[in-house]
């Protein structure tokens, strides 16, 4: 599947994708232009937004990738980078997901990045299986929320468990099976 980058011109066709999620999973969530352009268009944070294009070269998902910063919702490290994956319910096991990852991870070499979190919902299975397959790994888990972690370069993943816990109060590291470099030991 194709992909490129996104642009300010995209931010209707990124809101229908959201909107099609929305209308397939029940999950609500904010899904207008204004949160399109400001959350993955023109965000200051932002590294790379990455779209997917079917054979008609019609928007069927996208993928942000931004650099967290301190104090972030979900108390991802300062520096790591955050993804959200979104394709359109049309368009799921086409490959769509994947062509993007390679885009950001790209992306992610590019800017110097070491570490990748991904949040997804507990009941989420098909985001849990897709960054599993992508390489991600649990690291942390709170109420409702699974965080998965990637390994831009190959590190130790008991190292990164450690760091996240040092900023994080309460909630468990689990050590995943090793991928893309990952190390289950110390
Ligand atoms: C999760 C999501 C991004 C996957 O995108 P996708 O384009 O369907 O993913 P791909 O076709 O590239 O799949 C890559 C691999 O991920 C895994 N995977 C993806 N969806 C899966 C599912 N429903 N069940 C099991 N495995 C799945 C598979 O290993 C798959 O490889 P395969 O098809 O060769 O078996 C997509 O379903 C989506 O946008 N869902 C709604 C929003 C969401 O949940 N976002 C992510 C969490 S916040």
């Given at each position: 599947m194709d992909t490129r980058m996104a642009s300010i011109g995209d931010a209707a066709a990124?809101?229908?994708v959201l909107r099609d999620i929305i209308d397939h999973t029940g999950r609500e969530r904010p899904s207008d232009d204004a949160f399109v352009i400001r959350q993955?268009?023109?965000?200051?944070?932002?590294?790379?937004?990455?779209?997917?294009?079917?054979?008609?070269?019609?928007?069927?998902?996208?993928?942000s990738l931004i650099r967290a910063k301190a104090g972030n919702r979900?108390?991802?490290?300062?520096?790591w980078g955050i993804i959200g994956t979104h394709i359109s319910p049309r368009a799921h096991r086409?490959?769509?997901?994947?062509?993007?990852?390679?885009?950001?991870?790209?992306a992610a070499?590019?800017?110097?990045l070491e570490r990748i979190d991904a949040c997804i919902a507990t009941g989420n299975a098909s985001g849990l299986r897709y960054y599993?397959?992508?390489?991600?790994?649990?690291?942390?888990?709170?109420?409702?929320?699974?965080?998965?972690?990637?390994g831009v370069r190959p590190v130790r993943l008991i190292h990164?468990?450690?760091?996240?816990?040092?900023?994080?109060?309460?909630?468990a590291c689990r050590v995943g099976t090793a991928a893309?470099?990952?190390?289950?030991?110390g």
């Open positions: 990124l809101t229908r993955y268009l023109a965000n200051p944070a932002s590294i790379r937004c990455t779209v997917a294009l079917d054979a008609a070269g019609e928007i069927i998902g996208f993928q979900y108390d991802v490290p300062e520096g086409q490959g769509g997901g994947s062509a993007l990852f390679r885009s950001s991870r790209e070499e590019q800017a110097g599993e397959a992508m390489g991600f790994r649990t690291y942390r888990e709170s109420t409702g929320i699974v965080q998965k972690l990637y990164l468990c450690q760091a996240a816990m040092m900023s994080d109060h309460s909630p893309n470099g990952l190390s289950t030991t």
